[in-house]
Each structure stands twice: as C-alpha cells, then as structure tokens.
C-alpha cells in the first residue's frame, strides 16, 4: 500500500515540485522578446534581475526545484514551436559561437546562469522565517537540452542530427525524406556506434564547463538533461556521465544527481527503429534509460540516472506513456541481475495546452491547459503512477512550455491538499 513520506512541514517527501517554463513566463510576465536566436543570453548577461525575478516567482509559488537559465535559441514553424520550457538548456559553444560569442564569453555566461539561480533560492530563504528555511530545501539544477537545441532548425522534436551525430542533417528540399535512423547493416551499426561517441563528447563538454570550476559546481543539486529525442543519445548522455564521474573521483568530488526527459510529440518517440520506419517504443526507451548492455562495450561506464521521464510533451498523450514507462521498468528490473537497489524517480513537467499560432504569433488558450485545470489532470496521473512504490521511488512534477507560477502554485497547493 503507498504510503507518502511526510516533512516536518507537511509535504511529502516522495513529491517534489518543479518550476515552469521560464522562457515563456519571461515572455508573459516580464514582457521580453523571445523570438531571436540566443534570446536569453542578453538578460542573463545585462539584465540579471529579470532571471532572478522569475525564479523568485517560481519559488514564492512553491516550487522545491529551479532550473538554470543558460541561453536557448526560439523556433516556429508550422509543426511546432518551441521556446523549451526553461530558457536554459541550449547552452553549448556553437550556439554561442554562432551569435558573436567568444568562448570565454560563453563559459562566463554558462556558469553565470547558476549564480543567477542561487541569488535567487538566496533572496528567497531571506524572506522566510527560521524555522521554513530549515524545513524547505530549494534545489537548483542544471538544464541541458540534447544536441538537437544546438542545430538550426532546432532539432528537439524530430532528432534529424547530421554526421557524425547521425545519418542526416534536416533538409527541404522537395521530395528529400528526412531520417534519424541508421540502416540496419553492418556499416549503419559502424556509423550509429560512431555517433553515440561524438554525442557522448559534446554532452562531456558542456558538463565539464561546470564541473570544471568548484565555486559554480557547489551551487548545482541536480542536472537535468532535458527534451531528448533519441535512445542512442540517451545511451550517449549516460556514458558522458560515467566519464565525468571518473573524473571527478580523481579530484575528489561527486557527479550530482542527474536526470533524464525525453520528448513524445504527439505521444510518439521521435526517432524511427530504421529509416522510414516504425518509431521506438516506450519500453525501448525505458530500456536505454535503464539497462546494463547500455554501453557498446563492457569497457564503458553505464552509471543509471537518478531520475527518468517526460518534458516538453502534451498533457494530452502522458496516461499511456506514463503506463508504458511503468511496465516498461517492471518488466526491465524483473530481467536484469542486479539493479542496485536501484529505483528511479519519476520526473514528468509537460507543457501547457495553449497552441501557438505561427502566422499571427499568438498563443491560442484551450480549455483546462492552464491554471487549477491543467494542475488537477497532471496531479491525477501522477499521484496514480507514483503508488507503483516497487518501481518509482519519488516523483517530480512541474512544467514546461506556457506553464508560469500561477499554475506551479496550483500544482503546490493540490500536493499540500493530498498530503
């Protein structure tokens, strides 16, 4: 029988609440233009106070988790539009490089986004009393998004990396199709191995900008690698991880804890079991989140995350992916040897309802995507996996796109009633 774990202050332990998307409450409450490449990387840089304010107001809504707010690049198109919920996950030399910026420049920005959070969780444990701060533990993570963010168009959403992060690039051109699948042969299993370890480098460099400065390394609890769209760069992110761990350990510090979200756009995985065709399963996805054959070879590093789930995804298509996740990880731990004692959290922050219409540039309200509506249906699902006490061990629940303090503080409040 489920049995919540209960604070001093009344919350449950086994729920933690996630902020929301800070691009697009930068955009609603803050009224700054989002709609420019790097958009982010001015405010963190010349007008900090706006990032700390919005992460104030996160944290006045009850948020126990604030995401970091390194630069992201905005894309519209007829499909999608994405402003990813936290406007911090984008961060990586290339884009950097790509709108003026030094690489010194980069690296300061990067780490800056950090201090801007701890000022923040700083400002707001002042504004409470003694016996709250003790009570209340604020925790920052560190946002990454996968490779994808780095393209242009962004890739987030359909995985369409080109060599040798994958077998194409995204193209136009009339009667091209688009791919992110190796052929199953020989040489596409030569080139897909390949490409798990260029990803697994650029995931390691952007860890290691932080990692590699004490002072800004302190300050993180969590890293979050967010919205990705591709098993093989699941498998990648988790080598990048054993990689850093290594490295820490001989100097004597800790890789934090991590997690990792994938993308379902319209409740499928993104990425294609061969070109053109079917896409992989939930349960595949659990199973590169999760397993031992993880890595290429027995050689490497396969550390599991701390946490595991879902961002950037309708609210409408989470009921079944969360059940799919579930049985995917029962049925995974019942095969393998030894898990470790090993259960995941459950982190799942979807976004809004509103839509995004291109050609006018507005958002488009739908019933129940916003406020007390969306924190009941999000509140239900989870509540309802997080009782799988044999396979989830905690659950994080927040938001992404369109998701503002109005609506964390319903979700807080609906934890709070429940508690």
């Known amino acids: 029988m489920y049995q919540p ?16 998307g800070l691009g697009t409450t930068l955009e609603e409450l803050f009224q700054r ?14 007008d900090p106070e706006v990032i700390i304010k919005a992460h104030l107001a ?22 999608h539009f994405d402003v990813c919920g936290v406007c911090s996950y984008q961060c990586a ?50 946002s990454l998004g996968p490779f994808g963010a780095t393209l242009s168009p ?31 042969k020989s040489e596409g299993h030569r080139l ?17 900008v932080f990692a590699d400065d004490p002072e800004t390394w302190v300050l993180i609890d969590l890293v979050a690698f967010e919205t990705v769209p591709l098993s093989r760069e699941v498998k990648a992110i988790r080598r990048a991880v054993g990689k850093l761990q290594k490295e820490l350990e001989g100097r004597g510090m800790e890789m934090k804890k991590w997690w990792v979200s994938t993308v379902w756009p319209d409740g499928r995985y993104p990425e294609e079991r061969e070109p053109g065709g079917e896409r992989v399963s939930p349960r595949e996805v659990v199973h590169a989140l999760l397993s031992e054959d993880n890595a290429e070879t027995v050689t490497q590093e396969k550390p599991r995350p701390w946490g595991v789930g879902i961002n950037c995804t309708s609210l409408d298509h989470l009921a079944p992916l969360l ?28 976004n809004g309802g509103d839509t995004y219409d291109v050609a006018r540039r507005v958002w488009v ?17 989870a509540n309802m996996t997080a009782q799988e006490e044999r396979v989830w061990d905690g659950v994080v629940l927040g938001g992404c796109c369109r998701i503002g303090p109005a609506e964390i503080d319903a979700l807080v409040r609906r934890v709070l009633d429940r508690a």
């Open 5 to 20: 774990r209960m604070s001093h202050s009344g919350r449950n332990e086994r729920i933690l609440v996630l902020d929301g």
């Open 33 to 46: 233009d989002i709609f420019s490449p790097l958009w982010s990387a001015k405010p963190v840089d010349e």
């Open 58 to 79: 996160f944290l006045r809504a009850g948020a126990d988790i604030i995401l970091t707010s390194t630069p992201v690049r905005v894309r519209a198109t007829a499909r």
């Open 93 to 142: 030399f290339e884009t950097f490089a790509a709108s003026g910026y030094t690489g010194e420049d980069a690296v300061r920005v990067m780490r800056k986004s950090v201090r801007l959070a701890h000022e923040a969780r700083r400002r707001f444990y002042e504004e409470q009393q003694d016996n709250e701060r003790r009570e209340r533990h604020v925790k920052i993570a560190l």
């Open 154 to 184: 962004a890739q987030e959403f359909d995985g369409f990396y080109p060599p040798p992060y994958g077998p194409s690039g995204y193209s136009d051109a009339p009667r091209q199709s688009n791919t992110n699948a190796f052929p199953n």
């Open 192 to 208: 897909r191995a390949d490409s798990v370890e260029k990803l697994a480098e650029f995931h390691l460099g952007r860890l290691q």
């Open 323 to 350: 059940a799919e996740f579930t049985a995917g990880i029962r049925h995974l731990y019942s095969e393998l040897s030894d898990t470790q004692g090993h259960k995941p959290w459950l982190v799942v922050y979807p």
């Open 365 to 381: 309200p739908t019933s129940n995507g916003k406020g007390d509506g969306w924190a009941a249906r999000l509140w239900e699902l």
